[in-house]
T-cell receptor, first 110, second 112 residues
Framework: KNEVEQSPQNLTAQEGEFITINCSYSVGISALHWLQQHPGGGIVSLFMLSSGKKKHGRLIATINIQEKHSSLHITASHPRDSAVYICAVRFDGTASKLTFGTGTRLQVTL | DVKVTQSSRYLVKRTGEKVFLECVQDMDHENMFWYRQDPGLGLRLIYFSYDVKMKEKGDIPEGYSVSREKKERFSLILESASTNQTSMYLC???????????FGSGTRLTVV
């Protein structure tokens, strides 16, 4: 069965902390996405990965294909990073379909 | 800036009403998608379209239909709204041969 699991479900951090959000999936994939959803609903694509590591500003995404695991890191966290972070994967052989994790709700406090 | 625009941010409809949710993209993307998002369940695919007048059922198509008469517009139709269709609805698009998705801002629908 094609499944995506994220952890933790909820995360509270103080400003400046280093944050890690994890995503595991069940079978082979062709791509993995990290998405950000702010209150109000709109979703922004942060990264798309099929191997290795990507960095954008204070955000870093890594993927280990053998272990079927990806992490999203936020360095020097800030209250404006407060959002829901969603992992979504495109499993091999599923054409256009993405399978989504249930999201990690992050709150960064002063 | 490329965009996917959903016509309403918030919508309240009565049980039994026919409801139209509209989505327009300006990126000339072939693929368009409708998802619903519910707490604890993540986003689930309702329908998608890979070309004008083409549509495919997703994971939860029951109670919904779609229309794609023009490339830029993908409409989700609730034929007879029910309270269990109260949800956040998100539209997305993707270009052919690309893995990158662009999402709309979402429509929060409440059926009373």
């Amino acid at each position: 069965k094609n499944e995506v699991e994220q952890s933790p479900q909820n995360l509270t951090a103080q400003e400046g902390e280093f944050i890690t959000i994890n995503c595991s999936y069940s079978v082979g994939i062709s791509a993995l996405h990290w998405l950000q959803q702010h209150p109000g609903g709109g979703i922004v694509s942060l990264f798309m990965l099929s191997s290795g590591k990507k960095k954008h500003g204070r955000l870093i995404a890594t993927i280990n294909i053998q272990e079927k695991h990806s992490s999203l890191h936020i360095t020097a966290s800030h209250p404006r990073d407060s959002a829901v972070y969603i992992c979504a994967v495109r499993f091999d052989g599923t054409a256009s379909k993405l399978t989504f994790g249930t999201g990690t709700r992050l709150q960064v406090t002063l | 800036d490329v965009k996917v625009t959903q016509s309403s941010r918030y919508l309240v409809k009565r049980t039994g009403e026919k409801v139209f949710l509209e989505c327009v993209q300006d990126m000339d993307h072939e693929n368009m998608f409708w998802y619903r998002q519910d707490p604890g369940l993540g986003l689930r695919l309702i329908y998608f379209s890979y070309d004008v007048k083409m549509k495919e059922k997703g994971d939860i198509p029951e109670g919904y239909s779609v229309s794609r008469e023009k490339k830029e517009r993908f409409s989700l139709i609730l034929e007879s709204a029910s309270t269990n269709q109260t949800s956040m609805y998100l539209c997305a698009s993707r270009g052919q041969g690309s893995y990158a998705y662009t999402f709309g801002s979402g429509t929060r629908l409440t059926v009373v």
